[in-house]
């Protein structure tokens, strides 16, 4: 069996195990890796019955594609029926004629005209194939005229046809040809619509453009200023016709134009209500002639319009844009469908926002929020899976624009009438409107997941767990949206147990009136935060303290400095002042009794102490903020800072730091033992203590989480092991290094004479 067959039967087996979640996202990335031709190579699938009784059924190239589309992107044939099959029979379209005989009526564009519709023909679109979006949009605005005219009350011409667009190829002789049975247009009407691309200001617009020296530019921003989608059929066609039969008139017209300044227009054969285009391709666009290129585009650009799309007489778009309907009218059901069609995947989602808004910009939105992101398992970014629409019509798919980065995981669909039906679409001219749609879409979506994490905790909870890292990300990168972000982050605090988290409001409910600050602690786990020397006084104090365990949440606090007045404050700052926190003495009660240095001699061993560590410190000072602790580092800025930085550096390899950073300070207590016996070895064994302050100030870089690479203690350990143990004291070489070539023989000399 082939390795194309191979991966095939795989995914088959993978679907009918029930594994869908994955396998539907997954699928297509598997589809691109056997996607190669396959037109000489037999396949070979296995049925699980086959599997069973170990048969193989041969299959042609063409079957083999067609199974391994319907296994992969789930497109299975609907004709299931034989009425359906004979609706969807291949129709045989004649396409209209001229009159013969009749008069041509010969025009020339105005010659402004003649430049932009060079322009538009030759520059406008990336992507020459939104030229089918544009005429597939005019024929959905001339149905919807029509029905309009119906329900006014207006006799129209044919009045019983259908409201529909048809679409037909031809291969054989290069052309497409798109037919819609709405409003029509006279001649005069042709005359104005199709013989004018542009009136007002086209003149003033042209000569700024020359000016500025952009008129090789100016296709991605024309047709947003003056509406010429049609001409969009140029880029890819070296002859238009248009046939028309105005819903009020009795005459049809047809209305030509190889676009190179003039037009003709004459009478035609009577057709029915509607206007059809027939669009003659040019020798390099003629894949547009191929019905599977067509049907592509179709689903792609306008799968949702209001009326059915007949390509060569089998209806294409079939699903229904249930985001601009009445959500009261909406099943779960079909929900949960148009989710699994937009999120390619088969789980149910955790979160589901439909709103609609009239002012200051009408807009619907559908958001789904799934189940599962795919960033953690390490497949890659995520991308936007939001797209935007206008009437139905797509304007950019899994849009960039819309959402801020941080929302990638959610899915949907925004559909805006405000936004231009132009060529606009094409680069998202038009980006003050899309800024203003962002900004209403991104607090509507904050908002509903406050709502969420207060009335739903459970399912926010879940939520969290799974997407935290998309809220962290807005926090650092959406300074606008930041207070919100923040309002909806969750914690674990002293204040609750493990099992529990809280919110930054919650927090500060508890507070007391005296506390300005909220305090937090980053570390690995709950167990190291709750015996970490930071923590010790705000236990001691009743104070809470937020446990951080990820080392971006450091990034995280200091980018959001305060929410609602607090300022947000590691428990590693050097300036953290807690005597708005004192407890109130009992009255009559004894002070309690303390042991350790007076203060003379803890600053005098202080003062030792920077002189043993010299520039490793910015200074050693006494603190009172320990209880069982003997030592910590603080940092007069931030110590979420500096791990940051030496996060990044780890990550680009440089061990050794891209910044200089400022020294940390020593904070030691003098009622420790540890202290009190140092202060007393410092005079006795000096290089003995010296080791042991080396040490001390080490510990704490590791209670920090700051020390770079723990492997450089292990020889003053195994020297201060060795001493423990009543051994000989060996002097580490770091030590020696230290001390002044003319201080270390003395040093060396006092301490053996001791010994």
């Not at 949206?481 to 674990?492: K, T, V």
């Not at 929410?563 to 009559?588: P, Q, R, T, W």
């Not at 904070?667 to 540890?674: A, G």
Request: include cysteine; charged fraction near 30%.
């Amino acid at each position: 069996m082939s390795f194309r067959a191979r991966a095939i039967n795989t995914i088959v087996k993978g679907f009918r195990s029930g594994s869908k979640v994955l396998g539907r996202r997954m699928a297509p990335n598997y589809a691109r890796s056997f996607a190669a031709p396959m037109s000489n190579v037999p396949v070979m699938l296995f049925s699980t019955a086959a599997e069973e009784k170990d048969k193989k059924e041969q299959l042609s190239a063409e079957e083999a594609k067609k199974m391994a589309s319907e296994i992969l992107f789930n497109e299975k044939d609907t004709g299931a029926d034989d009425k359906k099959k004979e609706e969807e029979k291949k129709v045989e379209f004649v396409p209209p004629k001229k009159e013969e005989g009749a008069l041509e009526e010969k025009h020339e564009f105005q010659a402004e005209t003649k430049e932009l519709l060079d322009i538009v023909t030759n520059s406008i679109y990336t992507d020459k194939e939104v030229f089918l979006r544009e005429l597939i949009s005019n024929a959905s605005d001339a149905l919807e005229k029509l029905r309009h005219v119906q329900v006014a009350g207006t006799a129209v011409k044919d009045a019983d046809l259908p409201l529909e667009i048809h679409i037909y190829t031809d291969e054989k002789n290069g052309t497409i040809t798109i037919e819609d049975t709405g409003i029509g247009m006279t001649k005069k009407e042709m005359e104005d619509n199709l013989g004018v691309i542009a009136r007002s200001g086209s003149k003033n617009f042209l000569k700024k453009a020359k000016d500025e020296g952009k008129a090789g530019d100016l296709g991605n921003s024309l047709i947003g200023h003056f509406g010429v989608g049609f001409y969009a059929a140029f880029m890819v066609a070296d002859e238009v016709e248009v046939y028309s039969h105005s819903a009020t008139d009795d005459a049809t017209y047809c209305w030509s134009s190889k676009g190179m300044g003039e037009y003709e227009i004459t009478k035609s054969s009577t057709l029915h209500r509607g206007t059809t285009i027939v669009l003659h391709l040019k020798e390099d666009q003629k894949k547009f002639a191929i019905e599977q290129t067509i049907n592509r585009i179709i689903k792609k650009y306008s799968n949702f319009v209001n009326h059915p799309i007949r390509l060569n007489g089998k209806e294409v778009n079939t699903v229904h844009a249930i985001w601009a309907m009445d959500k009261n009218k909406i099943t779960e059901q079909q929900y949960l469908d148009f989710y699994h069609y937009i999120g390619q995947g088969w789980d149910t989602p955790l979160f589901r926002l439909h709103f609609s808004a009239d002012a200051p910009i009408a807009l619907n939105a559908l958001f789904y929020v799934g189940s599962m992101q795919t960033e953690k398992m390490g497949l890659g970014r995520m991308e936007p899976g939001v797209s935007l629409y206008s009437r139905k019509v797509l304007i950019e798919g899994h849009s960039k624009n819309l959402l801020p980065e941080w929302m990638r995981f959610v899915y949907g669909v925004v559909d805006s009438e405000d936004i231009p039906l132009s060529l606009s679409r094409e680069n998202m001219q038009d980006s003050l409107l899309v800024k203003r749609i962002r900004k209403i879409l991104t607090k509507k979506f904050l908002r509903f997941l406050n709502d969420k994490s207060k009335k739903e905790r459970a399912t926010y909870l879940t939520f969290w767990n799974e997407f935290n890292p998309f809220l962290k990300e807005g926090v650092i990168q959406d300074y606008d949206n930041r207070q919100d972000l923040a309002s909806i982050l969750m914690f674990e605090s002293s204040a609750c147990d493990g099992s529990k988290l809280t919110t930054l409001d919650e927090y500060i409910s508890r507070m007391p009136e005296s506390q300005k600050e909220i305090y937090y602690l980053n570390i690995t786990n709950r167990d190291l935060a709750e015996s970490s020397p930071y923590y010790e006084v705000f236990k001691r104090k009743n104070i809470e303290v937020l446990f951080l365990y990820n080392p971006i949440d450091d990034f995280v606090m200091t980018n959001v400095r305060e929410f609602k007045g607090k300022k947000f404050m590691s428990v590693e700052n050097a300036s953290i002042d807690l005597n708005v926190n004192d407890e109130k003495k009992e009255e009559g009660a004894k002070p309690e009794a303390k042991v350790g240095l007076d203060d003379k001699a803890a600053a005098e061993l202080a003062s030792w102490m920077k002189t043993s560590l010299g520039d490793k410190v910015k200074e050693v000072k006494i603190t009172h903020r320990l209880v069982s602790s003997p030592a910590i580092v603080t940092d007069s800025n931030n110590a979420g800072y500096r791990r940051m930085v030496k996060m990044m550096q780890a990550a680009r390899g440089d061990i050794k730091g891209i910044m200089p950073l400022e020294p940390l300070v020593l904070e030691v207590n003098p009622h420790h033992d540890l202290l009190v016996r140092l202060n007393q070895m410092k005079t006795e064994k000096p290089l003995l203590a010296q080791c042991v302050t080396e040490q001390l100030y080490d510990d704490c870089l590791v209670s920090a989480g700051l020390m770079d690479d723990s492997r450089t203690m292990i020889p003053r350990l195994n020297s201060l092991l060795l001493a423990a143990l009543g051994g000989e004291f060996k002097i580490p070489a770091e030590v020696v290094s230290i001390k002044a070539d003319d201080k270390k023989e003395t040093v060396v000399k006092a301490e053996e004479k001791k010994n």
